[in-house]
Nanobody, 114 residues
C-alpha cells in the first residue's frame, strides 16, 4: 500500500511562486515514477508534470518554462516548483503514482488571484 500526501499549497497573486510537495510511503520511493495533476472547479483533472525513476521530466505545454519538477529520494518527496503563476493555474493539485495499482494523494489547493 502506497500513501501519498501533498503539502505546500496556498494563495498567491499572479506572477507569484509556490513550491508544493508530495511525500510517499509504503514502498521503495526511488523506483517510483510520480505525476502531478490538477483539477480546477468544474473542469476535468489534467496532467501537469511527471518525473520518472530515472529523473526524466515531462510537462504539459501550458506550464513549460514556469514549472519545474524534482525529487529527493532521501526524503521520499517529489516537488513542483511553480513560478510566474497565472489565475488559470488555480486548482487542486494531486500527486499520483502506480505500483501494482494507481494511487492518489488527497491534494493541495493552489489559488492564484489578485
Amino acid at each position: 500500500q502506497v500513501q501519498l500526501v501533498e503539502s505546500g499549497g496556498g494563495s498567491v497573486q499572479p506572477g507569484g511562486s509556490l513550491r508544493i510537495s508530495c511525500t510517499a510511503s509504503g514502498t521503495t520511493f526511488n523506483a517510483l515514477s510520480l505525476k502531478w495533476y490538477r483539477q480546477a472547479p468544474g473542469k476535468e483533472r489534467e496532467f501537469v508534470s511527471s518525473i520518472s525513476d530515472l529523473w526524466r521530466e515531462r510537462y504539459v505545454d501550458s506550464v513549460k518554462g514556469r514549472f519545474t519538477v524534482s525529487r529527493d529520494n532521501g526524503q521520499n518527496t517529489v516537488f513542483l516548483q511553480m513560478k510566474d503563476l497565472k489565475p488559470e493555474d488555480t486548482g487542486m493539485y494531486f500527486c499520483n503514482t502506480y505500483f501494482k495499482q494507481e494511487y492518489w494523494g488527497p491534494g493541495t489547493q493552489v489559488t492564484v488571484s489578485s
